[in-house]
Structures are given as structure tokens and as C-alpha cells.
């Protein structure tokens, strides 16, 4: 049988509960969130549709339980911004 460190023993009894501000996965619900960077890729609708903007460097939050991605409240913000900017070049170059 192994038996943990000090250190290690003492970190686990410290830790506590997870704190209430941290995120569950939207898919399945679970606790258990990686930080991740990626691309992540926005598909248009309306009159733009069939065409897609890739955003780079995306903070996304991946579920260790079923994989899911989903953008942190920072990389929701980033989205949102690069997504109007990459409507407005769309735009200007179809017209």
C-alpha cells in the first residue's frame, strides 16, 4: 500500500469544497472544467449564411467528463467582439 506524502495529505484535507462561483459544464453538468486556448469557430446565419469566422485564442473551458467546449465569460466577450468585426469585412467586401 502507498502512503501519501505530508505535504500531499495535508494539501487534501485543505483543499474544501469547490468554491460556488466555479462553472458546470452546460451539456451534462459536471464540475470538472480545463482551461483550454483554441479556435473556436462561429457558423453565420441570416443573409451571411454558409459562412464562418474563426476566432483565435478563445479561453474555453473543457468538461473532463463528456468533452464539451464552452467559452469563458472573458472568451464569450472576445467572441462577440471578433464576430462583429468579421461581419462588418464580410459586408464591406460583398458590396
Given at each position: ?42 457558423h ?46 464580410i ?5
Open positions: 500500500m502507498k502512503i501519501a506524502s505530508l505535504p500531499n495529505l495535508f494539501a487534501r484535507f485543505t483543499r474544501g469544497a469547490t468554491p460556488p462561483s466555479s462553472r458546470a459544464c452546460e451539456q451534462c453538468g459536471a464540475t470538472s472544467l480545463k482551461r483550454y486556448l483554441a479556435t473556436y469557430p462561429v453565420l446565419t441570416g443573409k451571411l449564411k454558409g459562412r464562418r469566422v474563426d476566432v483565435y485564442r478563445v479561453e474555453l473551458d473543457r468538461c473532463r467528463a463528456c468533452g464539451y467546449l464552452m467559452p469563458t465569460p472573458e472568451g464569450q466577450a472576445k467572441v462577440k467582439r471578433c464576430v462583429k468585426i468579421g461581419k462588418r469585412v459586408l464591406k467586401s460583398m458590396g
